[in-house]
């Protein structure tokens, strides 16, 4: 990548939506902030989204190692004066909806400046929980801590898949601990969308996570889906010819299509 710096431009700007994503402030922008985001990060398994940019970084020669420390020298200030020329100018990205709403309800908040009771939002619901990121966390609270709102959250950690993305299972799995408020606990054991025997055999994959709530699914179905294993030294890749509409249609035929497939080796 060292011969190719106009890449850097995007690598900045991916950056910087990054360490909003990831709750770093601007607003604050001391090296102590970001050492505490670095710390909280770490603890929730996320630092390799950040040790990507680094690698990156120093192939482009923007670093002279791999260190934190220099790491911080340079993102820090680049992200501090990038966030402020862009509130400046009122350009946004996607994520500064979130970012920009987070950092104006904790200035509402710091100035106690609580809405009227009829504007009050009263209850806050949030579906799909364990795919939240930081950013996604730290905007619920200040909504809830400044409307002094009832907050239920919903989700399943067997589904948490969007890491990649900052989302980090703890929030789910730990909710007292991340949110600062006392949670009651609701299991919903009962699958009213798949057959019975998809139902069985994901549980007894899944149970093998170690991380994660321990949940006693079963089927309300009673239909079995008619499945085919196949074995051997060759994987199986669906070609483009997959019909996305016919594969999601698999639950209401309870039945696993055989899909026109590329062939390729598995070495050994």
Request: with cysteine; charged share 25%; glycine share 4%.
């Amino acid at each position: 990548m060292k011969h190719q710096p106009f890449k850097l431009p995007k690598l900045l700007a991916d950056l910087l939506d990054t360490m909003k994503s990831l709750a770093f402030d601007h607003e604050d922008g001391s090296l102590a902030m970001a050492d505490q985001r670095l710390e909280s990060l770490e603890e929730l398994g996320l630092l390799s989204l950040l040790e990507d940019f680094i690698v990156k970084f120093e192939d482009l020669g923007v670093l002279d190692n791999r260190r934190w420390e220099t790491f911080l020298e340079v993102a820090l200030p680049f992200f501090n004066a990038a966030c402020m020329q862009q509130f400046a100018t009122g350009s946004f990205t996607l994520e500064d909806q979130k970012y920009g709403a987070w950092l104006d309800q904790r200035r509402q908040l710091a100035a106690g400046n609580l809405p009227a009771p009829g504007a009050r939002i009263t209850d806050i619901l949030v579906d799909e929980f364990q795919d939240i990121n930081p950013l996604d966390l730290a905007l619920i609270m200040k909504v809830a801590d400044l409307n002094q709102s009832a907050l239920t959250i919903v989700g399943d950690d067997d589904q948490a898949i969007f890491e990649w993305r900052g989302a980090a299972p703890d929030f789910i799995l730990e909710p007292d601990r991340h949110l600062g408020r006392s949670f009651k606990t609701y299991i919903l054991e009962k699958n009213y969308r798949s057959p019975r025997n998809i139902v069985e055999k994901s549980a007894r994959l899944i149970a093998h996570n170690k991380r994660r709530v321990t949940k006693n699914m079963h089927a309300v179905s009673i239909v079995e889906a008619q499945t085919f294993m196949y074995s051997g030294q060759t994987f199986w890749i669906p070609s483009k010819t997959c019909s996305t509409k016919s594969e999601a249609s698999l639950g209401k035929r309870h039945q696993v299509r055989e899909w026109p497939c590329y062939r390729g080796n598995v070495p050994s």
